[in-house]
């Protein structure tokens, strides 16, 4: 893929409710657009898991997906990275472009892609090697060998992911040693290692403690003025607490099948979510009234 | 209240303690057993040992009729027909594995399994039977032809020598890497799908390609496994009595070249036991026995120490 940044315009033609909607419902924005999601499905065999996914990401921004389980938001998430092509019989419709670049276009490396737009898990998954390893791992794919200047992104990435003190006299010792919250900072630290632009999170917190959390949290905020990040939460107080932008997703009644269909309810900045939810779904999960 | 503390008694505890008795027995009676194997082989074994002292290991020569019995040829037979046997199979079984558990679609993976299993069942009577009438004499002109190739070539002339027979260590190390491919491919793939599907998604998702993310996650992960299978297939492969005694040409030589004939010590004990008249003779058999015993013995210790050692770096203790 190439590294070319077009000039960016707000996707076209569009209702204005479904702009509003898409753009996130800012007049005015602030950041660059980086994402723009057109009627995004994704169907596991059969069944469709989510469909019609239309939002805009912006660039430096914090955007949260959240909504009851099952809804989708994972799916959605590993579609900005190309990781539903794993999955044997996960088919992707619609389009994701970045920058202006479809990134399920024909000629588009899901490889390459994810160089630009790493990943972290809902659990801690360090590789069975040592700190300094893991850190690494990506830019040794990348085809870095030079000692000396992996030493030093090993430790910028480690910094970046406010790891480097608790480890450095411990670089070559097991990273499986380490607690949860330093093995998911970790995993954060190896994925800016790639020096990516964009960081997608999976309920990064959901397995750690609330102190672990916390740091995980601070962390977001201190590196989100050179990535954009959209995480995945089941947490809602973490959603507003976190994030710039918030995506309401829910489940409806699958017409075909009895199986429940994700959709994006309601798309929109943070504190306008949870204050003045437009939809009423929206409103009662915010609220807590969620069936 | 004595009542209430009465509760607090376990009520049954006959079937807990028959059941502690049952395994307790069980294990004991294997370690008797065991113990006695070992006991046995080596009271029967002092008497060569006392003929012949430590030359017993260090003597080439194997001649009954002259009263010299060393055993260096017959040890020397294993460890080449079985590092051949392990050099052949680990590639293809590692192979094997990697195709069912990382490439293959589902639909395949279930036959190739099965086909897999199925070579482990095959007799190995028949293995070395087929070794016989069928595989020796079709490789004698590939050994001939490979041989000159190599010919005049420093090391490689020596090691892919002149060839006569079919009945070579050679043969005797492809029966062995067809009979231990199984094992290793099975307990191989076994492990490489305990990967956690976690580990994948990490590697993936910095930017590896398949096979990067094979390398750095699954076989990572299987590193420990894998050198334990493959330990156990050297063990088998150095054990293995009849196929190999088949097929290996059943004549002492310590030699480079692996086109020439061999023998091995499971095999020259099963050939020789029955016209083993003196003690001594008989004596010295079993002490190649004990030999294997050993052999084997330490092949296992250090495939434990390996797999334990990379378990434990696997789980951050070290
Ligand atoms: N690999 C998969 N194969 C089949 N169905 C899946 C797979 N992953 C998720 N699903 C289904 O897709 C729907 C959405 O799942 P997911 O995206 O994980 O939801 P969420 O992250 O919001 O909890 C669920 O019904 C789930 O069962
Ligand atoms: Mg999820």
Known sequence: ?291 | MALALDDLKSKNQTADRAFRGATLAGGATIVIILGLIAWTIADKSRLAFKTEGLSFFTEPRWAPAANVYGALSFIYGTAVTATIAVLLAVPVSLGIALFTTQVAPSWLKRPIVAMTDLVAVVPSVVFGLWGIIFLAPKLTPVFKRVSGWFHGVPVLGRIFGPASSGRTFMTAGLILAIMITPIIASISREVMETCPLTDRDGALALGATRWEMIKGAVLTHSAGGIVGSVMLGLGRAMGETIAAALVIGSSAAITANVFSPGDSLPSVIAFEWGEATSDVKRSALIAMGLTLFVMTLIVNFVATAVVNRSMKRMRGES
């Open chain 1, 1 to 291: 893929m190439t590294e070319k940044v077009h000039t960016m315009h707000e996707p076209a033609d569009e209702s204005v409710d479904s702009a509003a909607r898409s753009t996130g419902g800012v007049a005015a924005p602030a950041n660059k657009l980086i994402f723009s999601v057109n009627d995004l499905s994704v169907d596991y065999g059969a069944f469709t898991a989510v469909r019609d996914v239309t939002l805009g990401i912006y660039a430096n921004d914090i955007t949260a997906f959240i909504g009851p389980s099952g809804c989708g938001k994972s799916t959605v998430l590993r579609c900005f990275n190309r990781m539903n092509d794993t999955i044997k019989s996960a088919k992707v419709h619609g389009s994701i472009l970045y920058h202006d670049i479809d990134l399920y276009g024909p000629t588009i490396s899901a490889t390459q892609v994810r160089r630009h737009i790493g990943m972290v898990f809902q659990k801690p998954n360090p590789f069975p090697k040592s700190i300094y390893d893991n850190v690494a791992y990506g830019p040794r794919l990348a085809g870095l060998k030079n000692k000396s200047e992996l030493d030093e992104l090993v430790e910028t990435s480690l910094r970046g992911a406010a790891l480097w003190d608790e480890v450095k006299d411990r670089l070559k010792s097991s990273a499986l040693g380490l607690s949860g919250g330093q093995q998911q900072r970790l995993c954060i630290g190896r994925a800016l290692a790639v020096k990516p632009d964009v960081i997608l999170m999976d309920e990064p917190c959901s397995a750690l403690d609330p102190i672990a959390t916390a740091r995980i949290e601070d962390l977001m905020q201190e590196i989100k003025q050179q990535y954009t990040i959209i995480i995945v939460t089941h947490n809602m107080q973490q959603a507003a607490r976190v994030s710039d932008r918030t995506a309401f997703f829910t489940t409806e009644v699958n017409s075909e099948s009895d199986r429940r269909t994700g959709v994006l309810v309601e798309y929109g900045r943070t504190d306008s979510i949870f204050s003045q939810p437009v939809d009423d779904r929206t409103e009662q999960y915010v609220t807590g009234r969620f069936g």
